[in-house]
């Protein structure tokens, strides 16, 4: 039994192009393994935890539980139309998932990895409570760049322990903050080192992953802080204190795990208490916390460990570097659905602009193009032009196909199932747009429009073999394309959702055909301005906005 993760969105705002890069390529890669015959669960949900909440619900005159309300419910309709398929989509603020938590943080503490400790931490004396996280800001120790409490976010990125930031200030009212002494609870991560060094040398995924996640360890290592001054969180046992959002949400993994199988019939055990495989996507910025904190606290706590961590590379927006606080953001419900576009056309540009772990630069330009050049002008123009030609000539063909068909199918299925096992989902649809691009030569060559005239009986054995192109096309694009594939399959009868990888290389005795219908309609030109003259109008707007100190009203 294999689980598939994806890194939880959190709760907190809405989803972006930059989300999907995790999201996409994950359901992609498991509706592959479920038509290779492989026993798949795939979870995921909304990191529900964390200061940025708090404050956000605060700013809201929400409640934090009333604003992950709204996020988790938009998430979970975001995944819907981009058919993006979780066996279970859970929420960390429910009381099985609390529950899971505290049972690995008391296991931690039995067994002697978590241990107390007074550090001095910011204080703001108007607001009268300590400040974690998020709530407050200052200079980081190590780089001297403005910094956000828990990590280096405009200088060199490290990961910030409570305490190291200085010359804090509260981000709610500007006071200066102090530095009052308080007890919180750490992990000795510090003694896991040697585990990890073992570990991340034969753990397998992206290699942007593996090498980031080696060099810190190599670098440094210290014990983490696991415990937050905050009523919203898992309580810590036994303290006023929450456990922190970054020990609390990847233990979502197993608590949704719990919820699958409860919901499937299986046992959760054999994935995190035996030798099930684990594979987590993630972004590319939550390596550190996915390779370092997590196996070491599920080492110490006798879990079952990851197999794989598939890390995307970074977005760019028309060039520029991905930032909601500057406008260089997609917004998917707004930004693409709203526009009336096709989904399919986003999986397969996301997919398709680059390798999964090199940074993706989405561009409406270069989106129109691979649309209409690509999937219109290559895969659609084919299966349209073979699928008319079979119905209006046939009706039903006996097939009979060229043994050249089949080795070129043969080839494609293969380059598709290495792709799977080098994380490279780029490289599986350029293989099935190199079996589309075969089957326009075979098609033109043959001239079946001419050959129909002199040899029916030929012209039909012609036809049967890009009909067998075409259900090979159809089933091996169902994972990228799945709304488009699943119109296309019953044009010639097939139950693309149930079908399997090497279906593509069965011959039926017959094909029996409906009326076909266009694959895809084209990306005009006036739709491609509007959305590009939209992204700068707000790109503008941000600009002035932040120049006048009050960028969070956009």
């Known amino acids: 039994m294999k689980l598939i993760t994806c890194g939880l969105p959190y709760a907190n705002g809405k989803a972006h192009i930059g989300h999907l890069r995790t999201y996409i390529p994950a359901d992609i890669y498991v509706k592959y393994l479920r038509m290779l015959g492989e026993d798949i669960i795939f979870v995921c949900g909304s990191d529900s935890h964390g200061t940025p909440i708090v404050v956000n619900a605060e700013q809201a005159n929400l409640t934090p539980k009333q604003l992950v309300d709204i ?14 398929n979780f066996d279970f989509y859970g929420r960390t603020d429910e009381r099985y998932h ?34 974690p996280d998020r709530y407050v800001e ?27 930031i200085l010359e804090a200030k509260c981000k709610i009212c500007g006071s200066k903050a102090v530095y009052k002494k308080q007890k919180h609870y750490f992990f000795k991560l510090t003694e896991f080192k040697e585990f990890l060094e073992d570990y991340l040398g034969s753990l397998e995924g992206t290699e942007n992953a593996l090498n980031y996640a080696r060099q810190w360890v190599k670098t440094e290592l210290k014990d983490w802080c696991i415990t937050r001054n905050l009523e919203w969180g898992v309580n810590f046992p036994d303290e006023n204190l929450v456990v922190y959002v970054w020990v609390d949400a990847p233990i979502g993994y197993i608590s949704f795990t719990k919820k699958a199988c409860e919901k499937l019939g299986k046992d959760w055990r054999k994935i995190w ?29 006798e879990y079952n460990l990851p197999k794989a961590v598939v890390a995307s590379g970074m977005v760019k927006v028309e060039g520029k570097t991905f ?28 997919i398709n602009y680059t390798s999964h772990q090199r940074d993706l630069n989405f561009s409406w330009e270069i989106f129109k193009d691979k649309v209409n050049n690509e999937l219109i002008a290559t895969l659609g123009n084919f299966m349209y032009r073979v699928l008319h030609f079979a119905w209006k000539n046939f009706k039903e ?38 079996l589309a691009s075969f089957g326009n030569l075979y098609f033109q060559n043959a001239k079946p429009w001419e050959l129909i005239k002199q040899d029916k009986d030929e012209c039909e054995k012609i036809i049967s073999s890009c009909l067998q192109l075409v259900k090979a096309l ?9 709304k488009t594939m699943e119109k296309m399959g019953k044009i010639i009868g097939i139950d693309v959702e149930n079908a399997k990888v090497d279906d593509a290389l069965k011959i039926d005795a017959k094909i029996i055909l409906n009326k076909p219908k266009v694959p895809f309609e084209k990306v005009e030109d006036e739709k491609i301005k509007e959305l590009e003259e939209y992204l700068e109008l707000f790109m503008k707007l941000k600009s002035i906005v932040e120049k006048e100190g009050v960028l969070d009203e956009i």
């Open 98 to 131: 609390h529950q899971t938590t505290q049972e690995i943080v008391k296991k931690l503490i039995e067994k002697g990895y978590v241990y107390p400790k007074e550090i001095e931490l910011a204080y703001c004396p108007r607001c009268e409570r300590f400040l």
């Open 71 to 84: 996020y988790h419910k938009h998430f979970q309709e975001i995944f819907e139309k981009l058919d993006i």
């Open 273 to 301: 208490l035996k030798n099930g495989e684990i594979i987590h996507f993630i972004g590319l910025d939550i390596v550190y916390h996915h390779c370092i904190f997590w196996p070491a606290m599920l080492k110490g706590a």
């Open 323 to 350: 930032s909601k606080s500057r406008g260089y953001v997609v917004w998917v419900e707004e930004d693409y659905l709203k526009a009336g576009l096709n989904t399919d056309y986003l999986r397969y540009y996301l």
């Open 397 to 434: 063909v006996r097939m009979d196909v060229d043994k050249e068909v089949i080795n070129k199918i043969q080839e494609i299925r293969n380059k598709i199932v290495d792709s799977l096992n080098d994380w490279e989902f780029k490289v599986a649809s350029d293989a099935f747009m190199e």
């Open 474 to 482: 159809i089933i091996f694009g169902y994972p990228i394309l799945p």
């Open 138 to 164: 200052g200079i980081c120790p190590y780089c001297g760049e403005i910094a956000r409490g828990d990590e280096c976010d405009q200088g060199c990125g490290r990961h910030l322990e409570p305490g190291e």
